[in-house]
């Protein structure tokens, strides 16, 4: 026993790498001190006992054949720890390099003290509030469970629950610390004993604090260091269990502490209400998910109302028709669900008016079928055409209009995600970039790299540009607005990430790890594969019948029709706007160079009316790639120069060509005539 100063035990569950990313920031950390390093695998199905093995043969490895839950795992590896301090550490965390030397440091100083927690950060820099806090009394739990701690975290009588009226930068003595990171001295364990193994999950970290302090042993809060916690990573897939775990943790915190100490109605009256307040949970994260279907709901009963109004003058007949109205939205519903917009395309326009336009057929099929549950066919096509306008109109008003942008400034999101800065030298920063811009449909628009090599800065990488260095990294994030910040764990210590964590806490960047060999992307909210890009469809779908042909009919119809509405107000503004003209060459979709002279003063539409003309003749088209001078397309794949298009949209002159590039397979592959008509409304609103 003698040999060991500290025992680090981590309870393991389907979090592999979490778990991978945390040894190697432990291996760091442990450098100089007599360790010993537990892993209790709880029967991951993911592999993280057999990355364990190969990776880190120094660790310790206890497999279960069964998820036996955090108390009863820890408890495993502390009948065997054999060191003079013991950390109780959880997998999908990162420690600092000091986290160790100075947490023992504090203790060796103060013997009274039983058990310490550090600073502990959110991905995003914030703290974690659950890092400190006191025990729920009947009026903590009252403050807390009525909200009174979230409106008054400044007070000391309404925000003892997470202590936030004390400054998180200084050392305090505290009731509770989180049991994500917990080091406690073996004197304190050998008398307090074991975890609690009636708490499965939640709520052992908060009783084991008691018994510490009923036992006499000072619990500190020493910030002076950092662990960075991605929090509840292992209960991702089963939240309705994450839950009750958590309630019913707190119910039996409340009646082994407070039964004898408050009465049995104090007890009864902290249980009821923790129950009211698990049920509202349950209830906030459920009106959450159907947010988006009960708004499309309303926007159908808006369009059907307005439909009858249309057709018959009145509302007389809505109350007849509330069984067809329920059969009818039921249709489009489903048609939504099942093209995605309830989940990873919630915002998408070219989905929810596919599945409008989906539902618009079988509705109307009904009225042939079905006279039962059969709206007038006028009323049927108004609803259909008011919902392919309501449901697709908010849609895009929601992810916002393109905003005007400065020379030499790009729009902070895109089409493709949210907007992400890399961190590593050329070689790894290189790497990431490419395995990102080779899905077309990623989840990040890279604005920037920021280097750890000052001469780099300046250069372009893959297509980037190398924007700083790593020292000016919280500078770099707050001026580029960054909402992603992703490090290449390779070349940078874990020490170092945290500190810039620390560094960049209240710009609402969310970071985010790529592992040594850059195959994954460790954040938050999720972990993204990239070792193996995702099978796609290479059928370009722009090509695919009908296509061509509802794009053509499209540029003809739209086209004669401005043509004509719009010769009027063009003979006027000819004599109105007198003045300079300029000359527009670009080449078309065949490889043949054209030359227009056209207007430079006046309104945009009354300078690019002469090329309407050019969309008639088919030189053109409304969407498209830019009009540029030089050659278009790689050889093999030729479109139409645009009005308007996705690199218009998306950022013109300042996108690299890699960018552009992507946008244009993504155009390729993606097309839609919807996808057509919500370029053209984002380009008349922008």
């Not at 109004?309 to 809505?318: D, K, N, P």
């Not at 800065?457 to 297509?463: C, L, P, R, T």
Request: aromatic share 12%; charged share 25%; net charge positive.
């Amino acid at each position: 026993m003698a040999s060991v100063d500290l025992s680090v035990i981590i309870v393991s569950y389907n979090v592999r790498d979490f778990l991978e990313q945390c040894l190697f920031s432990l291996a760091s950390a442990l450098e100089g001190i007599r360790h010993e390093v537990w892993v209790v695998d709880n029967a991951s199905t993911d592999g993280s006992a057999a990355m364990v093995r190969r990776r880190f043969p120094w660790v310790k490895l206890l497999e279960n054949r069964e998820n036996l839950g955090f108390a009863r795992a820890n408890n495993q590896a502390l009948r065997e720890a054999a060191g003079r301090f013991i950390c109780l550490l959880n997998p999908d965390t990162l420690v600092k390099k000091d986290v160790f030397e100075r947490l023992l440091t504090f203790m060796r100083e103060h013997p009274e003290v039983g058990m310490v927690g550090c600073k502990i950060l959110n991905p995003d820099g914030s703290l974690q509030l659950a890092c400190r806090r006191s025990f729920p009394t009947p009026w903590v739990a009252f403050t807390r469970l009525v909200g009174l701690s979230y409106l008054f975290p400044r007070s000391r009588l309404f925000g003892r629950y997470n202590l936030t009226y004390l400054d998180p930068d200084e050392v305090h003595e505290v009731e509770a610390v989180s049991g994500s990171f917990m080091l406690f001295r073996r004197e304190a364990f050998e008398e307090v004993g074991l975890l609690d193994e009636s708490f499965f999950m939640y709520g052992e970290d908060l009783d084991y604090c008691y018994r510490f302090r009923t036992a006499g042993w000072k619990i500190f809060y020493v910030p002076t260091t950092q662990v960075v916690h991605f929090k509840g990573e292992s209960w991702k897939r089963s939240e309705l269990d994450r839950l009750r775990h958590f309630y019913q943790a707190m119910r039996l915190f409340v009646r082994k502490h407070f039964h004898r100490r408050y009465g049995i109605l104090v007890v009864w009256g902290l249980t009821l209400a923790i129950w009211i307040r698990a049920a509202l949970s349950v209830l906030g994260r459920f009106l959450h998910r159907v947010a988006l279907p009960l708004v499309d709901l309303a926007f159908m009963n808006v369009s059907l109302a307005l439909g009858q109004i249309l057709r018959f003058g009145g509302l007389m007949h809505f109350r007849s028709y509330l069984i067809v109205d329920l059969v009818y939205s039921s249709v489009w519903l489903l048609c939504l669900y099942g093209m995605g917009v309830y989940g990873r395309f919630r915002f998408s326009a070219v989905r929810a008016g596919s599945a409008v336009l989906a539902g618009l057929l079988i509705n109307a099929t009904f009225t042939y079928f079905f006279k039962q549950y059969a709206f007038s066919r006028a009323v049927v096509l108004y609803a259909g055409v008011l919902n392919l306008l309501f449901l697709t109109g908010w849609r895009t008003l929601a992810l916002g209009w393109p905003r005007r942008v400065a020379p030499g400034e790009r729009s902070r999101r895109t089409l493709f995600g949210r907007r992400t800065l890399i961190v590593g030298d050329a070689n790894s920063g290189r790497a990431i970039v490419e395995r990102l811009h080779s899905q077309a449909d990623g989840l990040y628009d890279i604005a920037g790299l920021i280097t750890l090599n000052p001469e780099e800065v300046g250069e372009k990488v893959a297509g980037v540009p190398v924007i700083g260095t790593i020292d000016q990294a919280s500078e770099l994030i707050r001026r580029e607005k960054a909402e992603e910040v992703v490090f290449a764990t390779d070349k940078i210590s874990h020490d170092r990430i945290l500190t810039v964590i620390d560094q960049a806490a209240g710009t609402g960047a969310s970071f985010k790890l790529v592992a040594d060999n850059f195959g994954v992307i460790i954040g938050k909210a999720s972990i993204d594969r990239i070792d193996q890009l995702p099978m796609v469809d290479l059928e370009y779908r722009l090509f695919t019948p009908p296509n061509p042909h509802l794009k053509r009919a499209l540029d003809l119809t739209l086209a004669g029709f401005l043509l004509v509405l719009g010769f009027p107000p063009f003979a006027v503004g000819r004599i109105v706007w007198r003045g300079e003209e300029r000359e527009l060459e670009y080449v078309d979709h065949r490889g043949k160079t054209h030359r227009r002279r056209l207007v430079a003063t006046g309104p945009r539409w009354y300078r690019n009316y002469p090329l309407l003309l050019d969309v008639l003749r088919g030189n053109l088209s409304f969407v498209g790639r830019e009009l540029v001078p030089g050659p278009i397309g790689d050889g093999r794949v030729r479109v139409k120069p645009g009005l308007t298009g996705l690199v218009q949209l998306y950022g013109g002159q300042q996108l690299t060509q890699a960018e552009k590039e992507r946008y244009h397979l993504y155009y390729l592959r993606n097309y839609s005539l919807l996808l057509d008509v919500e370029l053209l409304l984002r380009a008349l609103f922008s």
